[in-house]
């Protein structure tokens, strides 16, 4: 299982002090040195973490593929194909969210999409749709000829959280999951089964497969087993992990926890 570790979260405390300090171009030898598959990125148009400055700097000095996350603003797609990373992920961005939320809305936004899409490829820069993991999604993603979907595992993650721990303050539960154990139980195995079922679906009419968003050392283990999955991009948890073991064993941790 190949890992893309995603250093948003290294920006996200520089830019709570708006200083230079940490630097996620500092990470970069350290990803390289645990032999991580590729870095991921989002440049967001309200620029809260990683900032214009900071894309070309890691893209200049990586050796590994750098997958950049991406809204279809103009502005943003403009800046990707300029800079050119390995691959665009695109993203849906609202202002107001904390992170990412859900997949992609595609029926709505076709030929909005598609126009974003064929220029990025026009710059020999492949293209990957984050999107929840349901088949219409996924035709949708072929439809419109991107060579990647990431699937959007925030799902699998909260019933994960609300089962067995990980929201440290009740005021973040998700009160719709506030339900018993065993209701949960199956709540979790259904999803693990829909994201394999979507999986083998995406694999069967040529996507290539990358998943990601809330994965922890934990939660991870299982959609690292769907054999159709070829990549996970991990960004929270790993930074989170660095402070406390550094990031080189943090990274290392996680390679140990997706292996199959
Ligand atoms: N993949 C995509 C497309 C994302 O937008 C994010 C969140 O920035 C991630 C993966 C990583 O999510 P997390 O930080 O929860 O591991």
Redesign the pocket.
Known sequence: MKLGV?I??IAVLREARRINDPDPLQAIAICEKTDADQI?I?LREDRRHIQDSDVAKILKASKLPINL?CAIAPEIIEIACSLKPHRA?I?PEKREEV??EGGLALEGNFSAMQEAILKLQKNDIEVSL?IDPDSSSVQLAKDLGAQWV?FHTGKYANIYAMLYGGLANSDHCIKELNLPKNELEIMLADELKNIKTVAKIASSIGLKVAA????NYQNVKDIAKIDEIEEL?????IIARSIWVGLETAIKEMQEAIKR
């Open positions: 995603n948003d979260h991921t989002h996350e992920t993203v992170t990412t984050f990431e990601g968003h809330g994965l991009n991990i960004g929270q948890s």
